[in-house]
């Protein structure tokens, strides 16, 4: 089982800021790795597949990068409604077994 | 537009059963794969199981393996997850997902692109 490991767990910020999230891959999953939003009460929302490429809809201030084992999600300008719990995935393996980090909470500082 | 529909959750004991189904609009069914993931309360996304676009292709987590067996009717656009001898751990909100293509085929998988509300199951005697 590839283990995903996100770093920090929470993270305070102010609106504004420019923020990274990082995600770590015990083993390669070459650019196979998704980004998720999830706010409290709903359902996770993808930000970003394929290491790099945002989802429909999602802002450009929302980037993605890394391949391989290293993975980081950066937000450029933080908005209020930004604060929510981010999961980064991979989806590497098929048959699938796949796995989520623990996730990073933004709160506001 | 895409929904997903989950329901056939409830509270159930321990070591007993319970079949969950997502119902699905929207979409070409059967042109995608889907899985299943499980959120336990106050807790992060947990994958349970994944199934390809004709059921050729399986998976589900160590921690299901063996207990659970997900399944799809595409004449129905429908997704289903039985679940066997339950245990308080298997506790969470289950949601049912879409697997979207790749950002250069659809021949690859790329990341879950929608989302069911969920339906939560309670495991306790």
């Known amino acids: 089982e590839i283990v995903m490991t996100q770093s920090p767990a929470t993270l305070s910020v102010s609106p504004g800021e420019r923020v990274t999230l990082s995600c770590r891959a015990s083993?390669?999953?070459?650019?196979?790795l998704a980004w998720y939003q999830q706010k409290p009460g709903q359902a996770p929302r993808l930000l970003i597949y394929?290491?790099?490429t945002r989802a429909t809809g999602i802002p450009a201030r929302f980037s993605g990068s890394g391949s391989g084992t290293e993975f980081t999600l950066t937000i450029s300008s933080l908005q209020f409604e930004d604060f929510a719990v981010y999961y980064c995935?991979?989806?590497?393996?098929?048959?699938?077994?796949?796995?989520f980090g623990q996730g990073t909470k933004l709160e506001i500082k | 537009e895409v929904v997903l529909v989950e329901s056939g959750g409830g509270l159930v004991q321990p070591g007993r059963s319970l079949r969950l189904s997502c119902a699905a609009s929207?979409?070409?069914?059967?042109?995608?794969?889907m899985h299943w993931v499980r959120q336990a309360p106050g807790k992060g996304l947990e994958w349970v199981s994944g199934?390809?676009?004709?059921?050729?292709?399986?998976g589900y987590a160590d921690s299901v393996k063996g207990r659970f067996t997900i399944s799809r009717d595409n004449a129905k656009n429908s997704l289903y997850l039985q679940m066997n001898s339950l245990r308080t751990e298997d506790m969470a909100l289950y949601y049912c997902?879409?697997?979207?293509?790749?950002?250069?085929?659809?021949?690859?998988?790329?990341?879950?692109?929608?989302w069911g509300q969920g339906t939560l199951v309670t495991v306790s005697s």
């Open positions: 199934i390809s676009w004709k059921s050729g292709s399986i």
């Open positions: 394929d290491s790099s």
């Open positions: 995935q991979q989806y590497q393996t098929w048959p699938p077994l796949y796995t």
């Open positions: 929207g979409f070409t069914f059967d042109d995608y794969a």
């Open positions: 083993q390669s999953v070459s650019s196979n």
């Open positions: 997902v879409r697997q979207g293509c790749s950002s250069t085929s659809c021949r690859r998988p790329g990341g879950f692109d929608y």
